[in-house]
């Protein structure tokens, strides 16, 4: 038999079902905030460590185990897609999954692995919670759904610069670069153009 592995009792993610006793249809509530001692999600957003995750669940006891259902809501940091200035976004992932007995039918034709089980009387939800917070997060965030982005030129955040910004008629550098050039040509100084570097 697969050695079980001990369950996390100081874990504040670890909630002892005792309470809630094995006779099915027994319900209790369980309103708590988990702080995160990791991030939770991806590189470009996620629940930063320190950060809490706000649990509202109901604890169902069933014939196979305990039922949870019910949502974690959380605030995901990270960066605008499109024009790279941070964001903030809330996020409210559904929880609903089943903590099988292990001497229940549900865990004996379950793989391993597959499907989360009460040991010990407790239920460990935070690989459960992490999985729904990831899904439930946008791929690619944006600060708001019309962000025009980043000129491709200057590198300038639209919605920082000028309504009609443009490179031929504003931008002072181009400007000066193309007084220059036609101060140099041939036929004003006599000579080539020098090329860059020299
Ligand atoms: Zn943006
Ligand atoms: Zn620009």
């Not at 590189?43 to 039922?67: F, I, K, Q, T």
């Amino acid at each position: 038999m697969p050695a079980v592995p001990a369950p996390r009792h100081n874990s504040p993610w670890v909630i002892d079902t005792r309470t809630l006793g094995r006779r099915p249809g027994t319900m209790r509530t369980l309103r708590i905030a988990v702080p995160l001692d990791a991030p939770m999600g991806l590189d470009v957003l996620a629940v930063p460590a320190g950060a809490e995750v706000d649990l509202d669940l109901r604890l169902e006891s069933v014939a196979e185990g305990v039922l949870v259902s019910g949502t974690a809501a959380a605030t995901a940091v990270g960066q605008c897609s499109r024009c790279l200035i941070e964001v903030t976004e809330p996020v409210v992932a559904g929880i609903r999954e089943l903590f099988a007995y292990p001497d229940s039918a549900t865990a004996a034709t379950t793989e391993e692995d597959e499907i989360p089980l009460v040991l010990d009387d407790r239920i460990d939800l935070e690989q459960v919670v992490r999985d729904e917070i990831v899904t439930a997060l946008p791929m690619a965030p944006v600060c708001r759904p019309d962000c025009r982005g980043l000129c491709i030129q200057c590198g300038g955040r639209f919605d920082d610069l000028e309504p009609d910004h443009s490179h031929e008629i504003l931008d002072p550098r181009w400007a000066a670069l193309r007084d220059r050039l036609a101060t140099e040509t041939p036929e004003s100084t006599g000579r080539p153009p020098a090329g860059p570097g020299e």
